[in-house]
């Protein structure tokens, strides 16, 4: 089993920044990377960012390229969103989950068999 837990969010205004933190625990060893997804209210739950453990190769969603930044600290086991130039769209409950090994599409949510309990960002206009 792997642990998640996400923490960081929080009510903004347009235009501002924030940093979401997902801290990992338990078998850490079994997960091939950490992933970002948000679901807004009355919407799908959709891919935001990932980042591998594998060559800490990265992958954004079109819609937040350039204004996220995903990142890692191996020694706290703790991977990071950096949301900047936030928008009202932006608005939704941010989860990260675990990606697993032999992953084919890691824009599905699918290829995710852990998640944390989810962190609420609120953009206002």
């Known amino acids: 089993q792997v642990q998640l837990v996400e923490s960081g969010g929080g009510l903004v205004q347009a235009g501002d920044s924030l940093r979401l933190s997902c801290a990992a625990s338990?078998?850490?060893?079994?997960?091939?990377?950490i992933g970002w997804f948000r679901q807004a209210p009355g919407k799908e739950r959709e891919f935001v960012a990932t980042?591998?453990?594998?060559?800490?190769?990265?992958y954004y969603a079109d819609s937040v390229k350039g204004r996220f930044t995903i990142s890692r600290d191996d020694a706290k086991n703790t991977v990071y969103l950096q949301v900047s130039s936030l928008r009202p769209e932006d608005t939704a409950v941010y989860y990260c989950?675990?990606?697993?090994?032999?992953?084919?599409?890691?824009?599905?949510?699918?290829?995710?068999?852990?998640w944390g309990q989810g962190t609420q960002v609120t953009v206002s206009s």
């Open positions: 989950a675990s990606l697993r090994p032999n992953w084919r599409d890691l824009r599905s949510d699918f290829e995710y068999p852990y």
């Open positions: 338990g078998r850490t060893f079994s997960m091939n990377g």
């Open positions: 980042i591998t453990w594998s060559g800490r190769i990265t």
